[in-house]
Nanobody, 119 residues
Framework: VQLQASGGGLVQAGGSLRLSCVAS????????MGWYRQGFGKQRELVAT???????NLADSVKGRFTISRDNAKNTVYLQMNTLEPEDTAVYYC??????????????WGQGTQVTVSS
């Protein structure tokens, strides 16, 4: 099982980016999914999570600007980021709780995608 994140890049303040993360491998079901970020010299922090049923939770710092969504048929989670600020600059990691076809339940991380917001 692996998570592959994409969509990061360099954008000016006020701009938008859309991150995607696809889970692949011997998957029976993908449960909760989410995005975390880690700025330079900072600890990793939660950005947003979404349950399989679509219930979402967003960090206060991104509410009103970011939206998390998912496509269960594609085992994919998205993070739409609008009105980006320099403070959003970080490596963004996707995370998922996955039940494999061997009935193991584990937590997986993607490789990270860099988001840089210039002022």
């Amino acid at each position: 099982v692996q998570l592959q994140a994409s969509g990061g890049g360099l954008v000016q303040a006020g701009g938008s980016l859309r991150l995607s993360c696809v889970a692949s491998g011997s998957i029976f079901r993908v449960n909760g999914m989410g995005w975390y970020r880690q700025g330079f010299g900072k600890q990793r922090e939660l950005v947003a999570t979404i349950t399989r049923a679509g219930n979402t939770n967003l960090a206060d710092s991104v509410k009103g600007r970011f939206t998390i969504s998912r496509d269960n048929a594609k085992n994919t989670v998205y993070l739409q980021m609008n009105t980006l600020e320099p403070e959003d600059t970080a490596v963004y990691y996707c995370n998922a709780e996955i039940q494999t076809r061997t009935w193991r339940m584990d937590n997986y991380w993607g490789q990270g995608t860099q988001v840089t917001v210039s002022s």
